[in-house]
């Protein structure tokens, strides 16, 4: 059975497509919401590995939230909801980008986060089918998937 995040970010995303095709939409991405079981673990993590910034969250605290965001502006809303916070499995997963990925993995060892490719040899990267991109993949503090990108030229 597909799970309710993976259908809806489905919709989610088909959407956005067919609005750029189909209408001319100038659109692009503004946030990423994320139930999640401890907003201090969970903030930190992405502030930390990642280098989100804290910006203020929301009007009204209840649910208690932590918003995050990156270099380019994309935030990352973390929403504490303990019942709906779930890992996922691997092939769902957001993706950054990085420019230098032996830079990164020297980030996550010196930060004691455990990474490896696809089919899970740790701390090496693979080569993207397409011979595109450099990949890794590592969790997040509550299981949730996350792939480091770099492009090959």
Do not use: C
């Amino acid at each position: 059975m597909i799970s309710k995040r993976l259908f809806f970010s489905t919709l989610f995303y088909s959407t956005i497509v067919f609005a750029q095709s189909s209408i001319g939409m100038d659109l692009s991405f503004d946030h990423q919401a994320y139930p999640v079981k401890n907003l201090e673990e969970m903030g930190d993590f992405y502030r930390d590995i990642f280098g989100f910034q804290e910006i203020p969250a929301g009007a009204g605290m209840n649910p208690p939230k932590r918003w995050l965001k990156n270099e380019e502006g994309a935030e990352m809303h973390l929403i504490l909801n303990k019942s709906q916070a779930k890992a996922s499995p691997k092939v769902y997963h957001i993706a950054f980008t990085v420019k230098d990925m032996d830079a990164f993995m020297r980030h996550l060892q010196k930060m004691k986060v455990p990474f490896g490719d696809w089919s899970g040899k740790n701390e090496k990267y693979q080569i993207r089918a397409d011979g595109g991109a450099k990949q890794i993949y590592l969790q997040d503090p509550e299981g949730n998937w996350i792939e480091i990108n770099q492009k090959i030229d």
